[in-house]
């Protein structure tokens, strides 16, 4: 169940995809969506375990179509991640 012995930790993910919510377009901190695909099959969804990964790829594809996410979805995505990011934290 440990995610910590990951090329990637599931904090470091977890604190990208809040930048990438964040800046949204801001490429040089912003994790690509094959990225945070490639973690959540490594991890076994490490995102799905906190009920964030439909949330996140809800706001990716509307990134991906160049069209801003919700406001309203992206608040909410983004105060979910800062709560796990307490969490993950702790354990570690
Ligand atoms: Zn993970």
Not at 43 to 53: F, I, N, R, V
Not at 55 to 64: E, F, G, I, T, Y
């Amino acid at each position: 169940m440990s995610c910590e012995d990951d090329d990637v930790d599931c904090a470091e993910v977890l604190d990208r995809v809040y930048a990438f919510l964040d800046h949204e377009m801001d490429e040089d901190r912003a994790l690509t969506y094959a990225e945070i695909e490639a973690h959540l099959s490594d991890c076994g969804g490490c995102l799905s375990k906190y009920d964030l990964e439909r949330a996140v790829k809800a706001v990716l594809a509307r990134s991906c179509a160049c069209e801003h996410a919700p406001e309203e979805l992206r608040m909410k995505v983004l105060a979910r991640i800062r709560q796990v990011r307490v969490q993950v934290t702790d354990y570690t």
